[in-house]
Every structure is written in structure tokens, then in C-alpha cells.
């Protein structure tokens, strides 16, 4: 074995495993950037901030499959972890590389330092110290296995010395790189059959069964088996949130997001529903509008890679653990078809339930209101976002827009949003474009959400991450309206407003004056030629559209 630097090994590892990007606010494993540009065709992305460098790692993850890698040094480590949040929430595998203390100094009243460590324990599935150079291998190799395998996540590794200065030390080493752990899922286990004829034979049962469908359908590359399934028996598709890729808006088994941020024909459809079949989704508070829509005691199946997701949150009349791909494979194979035609006046009865809800949205949609309305910038995206984007989208209203009004065109579009975190989208957005970057990437976000990072517009220009950031810009963050009229007891003050409320800001002009192009847009009309130029651009774009205030996003139907 050949004597190495870590430097040489976290290099070497990193582009074996096929890392493209990596995201970091310097200074850590200085050695090791210096490393990757001699021996690597690694871009290494210096950001405005910690938490942006994790958002864009998590969004490189999710749109690609692949861990995302960001890094900070010990004063940067909070900020770091801070970001690996809205990862940890939407099971995304992303490795964070911090720098932290060394035993010869510890306790002495280092210049920056605090015990980081059980900081990244609430946001990850291992965490842990890299001590020894020797190391170096196992535990980067450890670190891709854990955040791909089972359900994914997060993963930290502090390396020793406040810069990570381990990486300057020598030991003999082999750089060995399992390419199965270099994206999600490198198992596919074949389930127990008995228990997914159970699973199948409770599904066929049923009158009125419904699928909902999570982000472990998009995490096991299952969506083709998962429609497949449903046409062979005539059963119609929710999504949760995270799941919304899982088919498209304009199959006709396709009645939307269920839950909290939803479209009101999925939670009708998944109210009425005599068995519920939930195919890699946790059915936590948001897709079940806090364990409401299905009622608590609908029967109900499910199919999840985490054996202790199983059953959960709801009692279960069948259970399989495994790859949902293969699960849904083996189901699809032994469907009888037969029971479809039983399920005629369910799967129109959905169908109904959904064209009343198309009905009622439309004259929003279709709204030539000034200032502009947010749903018709979402109709905009829907005629004019291309067939293969990237839809990227912020919390909150945003969530809540895009979320019910959305539709997805083509399977080979994918919809990537928030877990909960203001914010996200936009440095979100710039990791997806570098994961894809024949592909083009659209963020949709409130203007409070792009406030949080717009100092990264300069990172999107000098790297030329091209990407679309469509602003619904209100000029406050106008889902606080509703919450502050609660809490003034019915309706808020006039100053009580200076709680959600900004100063007017033109985006479009802070964005030309940072390098990119910005579209201004206050009238309906010229929202899809924004669209058509900025996608054509081959430049970061911020279309920024001034819209009212007053409008609220619609509260989740519960039945
Ligand atoms: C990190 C974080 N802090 C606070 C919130 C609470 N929150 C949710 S939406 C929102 C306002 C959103 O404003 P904006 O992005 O402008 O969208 P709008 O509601 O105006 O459409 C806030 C403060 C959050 N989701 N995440
Ligand atoms: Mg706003």
C-alpha cells in the first residue's frame, strides 16, 4: 500500500464515488481542495453562507440521487448543521465535512471553538470524529454507506483540528471506493411473498381503495411499477408532498397532493376511500393533515424500506418491508385485473371530485387580477415549465401554491420542495442545476423565502448555475396573515402587520445589478414570455412578479 495525505484520500474517494460538486464556505480541508484540483475534476462551490452550501449539497442530492457534500470549519459548523435540517426531514443523503477540535487543545479556550458534535446528532443517521488519518477510508466510505442506504439521510463527519488540519498527515492507505453506496438505493431486497400476496390480496378487495404515494417511490425510482399497478387495478393515486413526481397531473388516475399543503380533490378522494395503500411515505402530520385524511382506523396497507415506518401512524391490515420498486414489481405481476371493471364507479366518482375542483380554481387560474394573483403564475408554469424541468419550491404559501395547483406535464418532470424550511429552494436550486445540468431547473419561491439567501445570486452567476427563480413577491410573507389575525383574536391591527410585512423591493434590479438577468413582471400577460425568455437564457434568471398581498392560499378540506 502507497503512503498518502488524507488530503489525497478525501480527494480520491470523493471522485471515485462520483461526487460532481461540492459546497463549502472556506476554511476547512484546505489541503484537500488543493488535492481535488490536481487530482479531480471536482467543481468546489464557495458559497455565501454555511447553510446555503447545505441546502445546495441537499438539493444536489435529491435531484440526482447521489450525496451531496458540503463542509464548514468549526465556526461555521452550527450554520452547517443548521442546513442539514430540512435533509434530515426529507430523507435526503447529504455529508457534511466539519472541522472541529483536537484533544491536544480542547478545553484550553480555542479561538472559535464549542463541541459541535451533538449538534449534528438530532439532523443525522451517524455522526461521528475522524481522529486518526488512518481512518480516513473506512469512515468516509461508512459515511456514503449510511446516507444512502435504507430510508437516506444526512450524515457528519468532524475531522480533527478546528481547519480540519488531519488531512495533512501521512499513513499508508488505500482509497477504496464502493460504487453500489454512490446513490440511492444500492440494495434492492427481495420482500417476503407471502406478505406482499397479503398486501395484494387486501388492495383487490377493497371498492374504494386509494394509493398515496412518498418520497420513497421517487428515492427507489419506483414511479413506472407504481402507475402500472394502479391502472392494471383501476385504483386512483394521492401524493404526498415529497411524492408528487410519482405521476403525473394529467393521468386520469391522478387526484393530487394529499395532506396539509394539498389539492381538495385528493383529500376527498383519500377521505372517501374504504382502504388506504401508503407506498413510501411515513403518512406523518403533513401528508395526513395531522392523521385526519385518512381517518384514523381506515384500513389501510402499507409499503415502506423502514421496517419501524411500518405501521406507525396508522393500524395495518398488511405490511411489506422492502424496495418499493421491487415490491410493486412482484405486485404488478400478480394483480388480476379482473376486479377493475368493479372499480369503474369509484375511479369516475374520483374523477368528478377532481374536475369540480378543477372548476373551482379555474377563474383563479385563468386571473388577469393587477396586482397579480399567485395561482396564476402557477397556471403559467404549468403551460410553459418544459418536460423535463426541475421544479424546486419554497415552504409556506409557496408550498401550498404550488403544491395544490402544480401539474406536473410529463414523468419526466420532478418536483423537489421544502421540508419546512423558508429559504431553501433558491440555494436548493442552484445544487439540483449542478447535479443536472442538462436540465432546466425552475425555483418557485415567496419573497421572504428568497430574502434568506440572495446573497447566493453572486455564487449562481460566477458558477453559472443557470437556473429560473420565479418570485411570487408580495413584498411580506403573507402566510403569517391568517396566523396574526388568530392571534389578535379575530382581526389584527393595522401595526400588527409590521410583523409580516417588507419594504417593496425589486428583485429583478438586485439581480441585474449581481450578474444575472432580472425580468420584472406586474401584469399577467407577460408572466409567460418571462418564462420562455428566462428558460432560453443560459443565464441565472429572477423573475420577480409583484402580486397581492391579500390573497391566501386555501385552507385543506378534511372530508
Ligand atoms: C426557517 C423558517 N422560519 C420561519 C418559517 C415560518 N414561515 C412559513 S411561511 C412564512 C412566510 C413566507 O413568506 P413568503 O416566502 O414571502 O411567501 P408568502 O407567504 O408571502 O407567499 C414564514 C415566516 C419557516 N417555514 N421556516
Ligand atoms: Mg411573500
Given at each position: 500500500?502507497?503512503?498518502?495525505?488524507?488530503?489525497?484520500?478525501?480527494?480520491?474517494?470523493?471522485?471515485?464515488?462520483?461526487?460532481?460538486?461540492?459546497?463549502?464556505?472556506?476554511?476547512?480541508?484546505?489541503?484537500?481542495?488543493?488535492?481535488?484540483?490536481?487530482?479531480?475534476?471536482i467543481s468546489r462551490i464557495h458559497?455565501?453562507?454555511?447553510?446555503?452550501?447545505?441546502?445546495?449539497?441537499?438539493?444536489?442530492?435529491?435531484a440526482s440521487g447521489r450525496p451531496g457534500v458540503c463542509m464548514a470549519q468549526v465556526v461555521g459548523a452550527l450554520n452547517l448543521a443548521a442546513g442539514l435540517r430540512d435533509a434530515w426531514l426529507a430523507?435526503?443523503?447529504?455529508?457534511?465535512?466539519?472541522?472541529?477540535?483536537d484533544p491536544n487543545t480542547k478545553f484550553r479556550q480555542v479561538y472559535q471553538e464549542v463541541d459541535d458534535v451533538p449538534a449534528f446528532a438530532p439532523v443525522t443517521k451517524f455522526n461521528a470524529t475522524v481522529d486518526a488519518v488512518e481512518r480516513f477510508p473506512d469512515m468516509v466510505r461508512q459515511a456514503f454507506r449510511v446516507a444512502v442506504s435504507g430510508t437516506p439521510g444526512p450524515v457528519h463527519l468532524q475531522f480533527r483540528g478546528?481547519?480540519?488540519?488531519?488531512?495533512?498527515?501521512?499513513?499508508?492507505?488505500?482509497?477504496?471506493?464502493?460504487?453500489?453506496?454512490?446513490?440511492?438505493?444500492?440494495?434492492?431486497?427481495?420482500?417476503?411473498?407471502?406478505?406482499?400476496?397479503?398486501?395484494?390480496?387486501?388492495?383487490?378487495?377493497?371498492?374504494?381503495?386509494?394509493?398515496?404515494?412518498?418520497?420513497?417511490?421517487?428515492?427507489?425510482?419506483a414511479a413506472r411499477e407504481l402507475v402500472l399497478l394502479a391502472e392494471k387495478l383501476a385504483i386512483p393515486v394521492a401524493t404526498s408532498l415529497n411524492g408528487k413526481d410519482s405521476i403525473p397531473a394529467n393521468h386520469r388516475l391522478s387526484v393530487g397532493v394529499v395532506g396539509t399543503y394539498s389539492r381538495e380533490s385528493a383529500n376527498r378522494v383519500v377521505a372517501q376511500a374504504d382502504l388506504v395503500c401508503f407506498v413510501g411515505t411515513q403518512a406523518g402530520g403533513m401528508t395526513t393533515h395531522f392523521w385526519a385524511i385518512p381517518k384514523i382506523g381506515t384500513p389501510a396497507i402499507q409499503i415502506?424500506?423502514?421496517?419501524e415506518t411500518l405501521g406507525r401512524n396508522y393500524p395495518l391490515k398488511a405490511s411489506v418491508l422492502g424496495d418499493a420498486k421491487t415490491i410493486l414489481a412482484h405486485m404488478l405481476?400478480?394483480?388480476?385485473?379482473?376486479?377493475?371493471?368493479?372499480?369503474?364507479?369509484?375511479?369516475?366518482?374520483?374523477?368528478?371530485?377532481?374536475?369540480?375542483?378543477?372548476?373551482?380554481?379555474?377563474?383563479?387560474?385563468?386571473?388577469?387580477?393587477?396586482?397579480?394573483?399567485?395561482?396564476r403564475i402557477c397556471a403559467e408554469l404549468n403551460r410553459h415549465a418544459p418536460d423535463d424541468a426541475i421544479v424546486m419550491v419554497d415552504t409556506g404559501h409557496a408550498g401550498m401554491w404550488m403544491g395544490g395547483l402544480f401539474d406536473l406535464a410529463s414523468p419526466k418532470?420532478?418536483?423537489?420542495?421544502?421540508?419546512?424550511?423558508?429559504?431553501?429552494?433558491?440555494?436548493?436550486?442552484?445544487?439540483?442545476?449542478?447535479?443536472?445540468?442538462?436540465?432546466?431547473?425552475?425555483?418557485?419561491?415567496?419573497?421572504?423565502?428568497?430574502?434568506?439567501?440572495?446573497?447566493?445570486i453572486e455564487t449562481a452567476v460566477r458558477w453559472k448555475m443557470n437556473t429560473v427563480t420565479v418570485v411570487n413577491n408580495n413584498s411580506g410573507g403573507n402566510q403569517s396573515k391568517r396566523g396574526f389575525d388568530r392571534a389578535y383574536g379575530g382581526e389584527q391591527t393595522e401595526?400588527?402587520?409590521?410583523?409580516?410585512?417588507?419594504?417593496?423591493?425589486?428583485?429583478?434590479?438586485?439581480?441585474?445589478?449581481?450578474?444575472?438577468?432580472?425580468?420584472?413582471?406586474?401584469?399577467?400577460?407577460?408572466?409567460?414570455?418571462?418564462?420562455?425568455?428566462?428558460?432560453?437564457?443560459?443565464?441565472?434568471?429572477?423573475?420577480?412578479?409583484?402580486?397581492?398581498?391579500?390573497?391566501l392560499a386555501p385552507l385543506p378540506v378534511s372530508e
Open positions: 500500500m502507497a503512503k498518502m495525505t488524507g488530503a489525497q484520500v478525501l480527494a480520491d474517494m470523493l471522485a471515485g464515488y462520483g461526487v460532481s460538486h461540492v459546497f463549502m464556505v472556506p476554511a476547512v480541508l484546505r489541503r484537500t481542495f488543493a488535492e481535488m484540483e490536481r487530482r479531480t475534476k458559497t455565501h453562507g454555511e447553510k446555503a452550501a447545505a441546502y445546495m449539497a441537499d438539493g444536489y442530492a435529491r430523507h435526503s443523503p447529504v455529508i457534511a465535512f466539519t472541522g472541529g477540535r478546528n481547519e480540519g488540519q488531519i488531512d495533512l498527515e501521512e499513513a499508508e492507505m488505500e482509497p477504496l471506493c464502493e460504487n453500489q453506496f454512490a446513490r440511492v438505493p444500492p440494495f434492492r431486497p427481495e420482500p417476503e411473498m407471502n406478505r406482499v400476496m397479503a398486501a395484494l390480496d387486501v388492495l383487490q378487495k377493497a371498492d374504494r381503495p386509494v394509493i398515496v404515494a412518498g418520497g420513497g417511490v421517487r428515492a427507489s425510482g415502506d424500506i423502514d421496517p405481476e400478480h394483480a388480476d385485473p379482473a376486479g377493475a371493471a368493479r372499480r369503474k364507479p369509484w375511479v369516475d366518482s374520483a374523477r368528478a371530485i377532481c374536475e369540480m375542483w378543477y372548476g373551482k380554481v379555474q377563474p383563479m387560474l385563468e386571473s388577469n387580477a393587477v396586482p397579480i394573483r399567485p395561482e418532470q420532478s418536483y423537489i420542495r421544502s421540508a419546512g424550511h423558508l429559504g431553501w429552494a433558491f440555494p436548493a436550486g442552484l445544487g439540483a442545476k449542478c447535479a443536472a445540468p442538462e436540465r432546466p431547473v425552475i425555483v418557485f419561491t415567496g419573497d421572504a423565502g428568497f430574502w434568506y439567501h440572495i446573497a447566493e401595526q400588527g402587520r409590521e410583523l409580516w410585512t417588507f419594504n417593496q423591493t425589486n428583485f429583478a434590479r438586485i439581480a441585474e445589478e449581481m450578474g444575472a438577468i432580472g425580468i420584472r413582471v406586474e401584469k399577467p400577460g407577460d408572466i409567460a414570455p418571462a418564462i420562455e425568455r428566462a428558460c432560453k437564457a443560459g443565464r441565472p434568471v429572477v423573475i420577480d412578479v409583484v402580486t397581492d398581498i391579500e390573497v
